[in-house]
């Protein structure tokens, strides 16, 4: 391990854990890892994308993927909204900015980091449970690298599951929907892994996806030359924001980019925002009752239901409570309506259609604006996590992903493991 790159360490117990796909602390700690590298100084190679940044991703080898988020300084609704230094990283599909994410969502951040080290450390074939963006980035880098991976979509969210290369290139996408919602499909991949040779991607534990994400911030810290004062995201399980954070601690070990923590400014779409609900109240822990009351019906209320997570990672050390607590953060609820009027101004000032939960966190920093929290000159990072979906389809043709199983919840919610696990032999040998 000595000439490793990086090893992983547990945040709550320091455990040093060489990296064999390890998203767990095997002395049983509910606490994330992380990844520490060997590099403490980061260089910014000059190849494609976001594996330019290859010294603080947890993979030997890069991908042919040309994808990378971009910061640009704001002019036009910076101007609006009173503020003097506003950046932006976008993540999306936008031409003029030369940022090509054909799946419109940072989600593509983490697909190919995840594939990488699943290759690297135990060559098996990932499983992945999403509302959509998640497994639409993992699907199109599958589609583009062929590398296999199953996923698991709510049936209510299977429009999402589209992408821009030909049909024929979906064989190595094995698309299952099942009734239910998010934490329904996570739940269902939870036993497809017990079938041999898959494995859980594992979301926010997994470091691959965390540090993919952190690109934003690296990316953000070469543009500015120093780090912001404050970050503003809207979250769902708050994986990318913890990646921030994440992010932020190496860029001051790294020493170039100035030794002052960003304030991290995260926010979920009301009626259903159980971390906003929580954190308000003081408390590092979510309690359905009161944090999540009427879920079902709250999320079907929200105008961006990709933030709807019900088991976000806010207690487990090293997660969102503890990112809010150490960078003295803060958290906004966002009405649809309050969604809808930083959309608007957003889209005609810089130019460029958003995701629904962008709105959220653009929507976040007018309030922040309005109540003073943050000062006309502050230096601002604006997180846009996805966008450019108009643009993406005038100039390419969306290809829906066909289901290979669609899986009904019976009343036992039992699972047809059996069938499963045939459809998936053939899967397998057809590759
Ligand atoms: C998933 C997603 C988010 C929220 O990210 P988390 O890491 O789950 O908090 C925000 N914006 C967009 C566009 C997303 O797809």
Redesign the pocket.
């Known amino acids: 391990m000595k000439n490793a790159k990086y090893h992983l360490e547990c945040f709550e117990g320091g455990e040093v854990i060489t990296d064999r796909y390890t998203n767990t602390c095997p002395e049983g700690h509910d606490s994330l890892l992380r990844t520490v590298y060997k590099r403490k100084r980061i260089r910014r190679l000059s190849g494609w994308g976001m594996f330019n940044y290859i010294d603080w991703l947890p993979v030997e080898e890069t991908l042919p993927i040309n994808v990378s988020p971009i910061t640009y300084k704001s002019d036009g609704f910076g101007r609006e909204i009173g503020l003097k230094n506003l950046y932006i990283s976008f993540?999306?599909y936008w031409q003029e900015k030369s940022v090509f994410m054909k799946t419109?969502?940072?989600?593509e951040l983490e697909a190919p980091p995840t594939f990488q080290r699943a290759k690297e450390k135990c060559e098996k074939i990932l499983v992945v449970a999403?509302?959509?963006?998640?497994s639409r980035a993992f699907a199109e880098v599958s589609s583009l690298t062929g590398m296999p991976v199953v996923a698991v979509v709510p049936r209510s969210c299977i429009y999402r599951m589209w992408t821009t290369t030909e049909p024929e290139n979906h064989d190595s996408i094995f698309l299952i929907s099942r009734d239910g919602d998010y934490s329904d499909a996570i739940a269902t991949s939870k036993e497809i892994v017990k079938i041999g040779g898959l494995i859980e991607e594992g979301g926010?534990r997994n470091v691959a996806r965390r540090d993919g994400?952190g690109v934003v911030e690296l990316e953000a810290a070469f543009f500015m030359k120093v780090l912001p004062d404050y970050y503003f995201?809207?979250?769902?399980?708050?994986?990318?924001?913890?990646?921030a954070w994440e992010t932020f601690i190496r860029l001051i070990e790294d020493g170039r980019f100035g030794e002052k923590m960003p304030r991290i400014v995260?926010s979920q779409n009301l009626p259903f925002a159980p971390m906003f609900s929580a954190w308000q109240d003081g408390r590092a822990e979510i309690i359905a009752d009161k944090d999540m009351r009427n879920a079902e019906d709250a999320i079907k209320k929200m105008y961006?239901d990709?933030?709807s997570?019900r088991n976000?990672p806010y207690s487990i050390k090293g997660g969102v409570y503890d990112m809010l607590a150490s960078t003295e953060g803060k958290m906004y609820g966002i009405t649809n309506e309050e969604c809808m009027g930083a959309k608007k101004l957003f889209e005609s000032e810089e130019g460029i259609d958003l995701?629904?939960?962008?709105s959220?966190?653009v929507a976040s920093l007018i309030k922040a604006v309005d109540e003073g929290f943050v000062g006309k000159k502050d230096k601002i990072l604006l997180?846009i996590?996805?966008?450019g979906y108009k643009r993406l389809k005038k100039e390419f043709k969306m290809y829906e992903i066909e289901e290979r199983m669609e899986i009904k919840s019976n009343s036992l919610g039992q699972l047809p493991l059996d069938e499963i696990e045939r459809e998936l032999k053939e899967f397998v040998k057809a590759l």
């Open positions: 993540s999306g419109c969502t940072f989600k999403s509302a959509g963006n998640t926010v994400m995201q809207a979250v769902g399980s708050g994986t990318g924001a913890i990646a995260i961006a990709v933030l997570t976000p995701d629904p939960a962008a959220v966190a997180n996590t996805g966008g």
